[in-house]
């Protein structure tokens, strides 16, 4: 049965997405069977590029029959990509402001059983062979305060198309490869700290990241090939 959040927009959009990333990238997908069918969940992936968040919303779509509520730039809600993410029913947040509303809407939004995506990292890496941002507090500011369990996950090789600065138009036709990792669940311990559960879900996401890069390789040698 279908979540009654997968209306039209999904229904079109997630497959219609996944059928584009099988066409430029060879993708590898792992780890499905660790994300939850059904209960609320956080989607909490790195962050390589702007094709992260439709890539996993996407996967978890068409495989598994939900919808994701990202938490998404406030900046790029206008127009016609704003009104069909206002119709996704997206999450807007004005990054770098403490915006509390966003992270309220998102906590309503586990509370009615919803899956929530976030990336705890903040922005796009400007080199993800560096490793990781600092993981910001919207992680455990959703999570802790709903006990909702936070999927760990790894994303590598979507940087060879649309890394930080844009798209290179020029391994568009190269298809390189790029793997998607879901870890197991975290959940949240009754009485844990925030800088705990960062520090849990740190560690069990360089486990995801490291496998993704096995599976993909290393996206700069695939550019060059």
Not at 60 to 74: K, S
Not at 154 to 180: H, Y
Request: hydrophobic share 40%; glycine share 10%; charged share 20%.
């Amino acid at each position: 049965m279908l979540q009654a959040e997968m209306n039209w927009v999904w229904m079109i959009g997630a497959p219609g997405v996944r059928l584009c990333l099988g066409i430029f990238f060879r993708m590898r997908i792992e780890g499905l069977d660790n994300v939850p069918t059904s209960g609320r969940f956080v989607v909490a992936p790195n962050h390589v590029s702007v094709l992260d968040g439709p890539t996993t919303s996407a996967i978890v779509g068409t495989h598994l029959r939900r919808a994701t509520r990202n938490l998404i730039a406030a900046e790029i809600f206008h127009g016609i990509r704003g009104w069909i993410l206002r119709q996704a029913n997206q999450i807007p947040v004005r990054r770098g402001k403490g915006d509390t509303g966003a992270l309220d809407a998102a906590v309503e939004a586990l509370e009615h059983g919803s899956v929530v995506g976030i990336f705890p990292e903040g922005r796009v890496s400007n080199d993800p062979w560096q490793g990781f941002q600092y993981i910001r507090s919207g992680l455990t500011r959703i999570a802790l305060p709903t006990t909702s369990p936070v999927v760990p996950v790894g994303i590598w090789g979507a940087q060879t198309i649309w890394p930080q600065p844009g798209v290179d138009r020029r391994a568009l036709f190269r298809r390189p490869p790029m793997a998607v990792v879901f870890g197991s669940p975290l959940v949240p311990v009754p009485g844990e700290i925030p800088s705990e559960f960062r520090d849990r879900y740190r560690q069990a996401l360089h486990q995801v990241v490291d496998r993704a890069r096995s599976l993909a390789g290393d996206p700069r040698e695939a550019a060059e090939s």
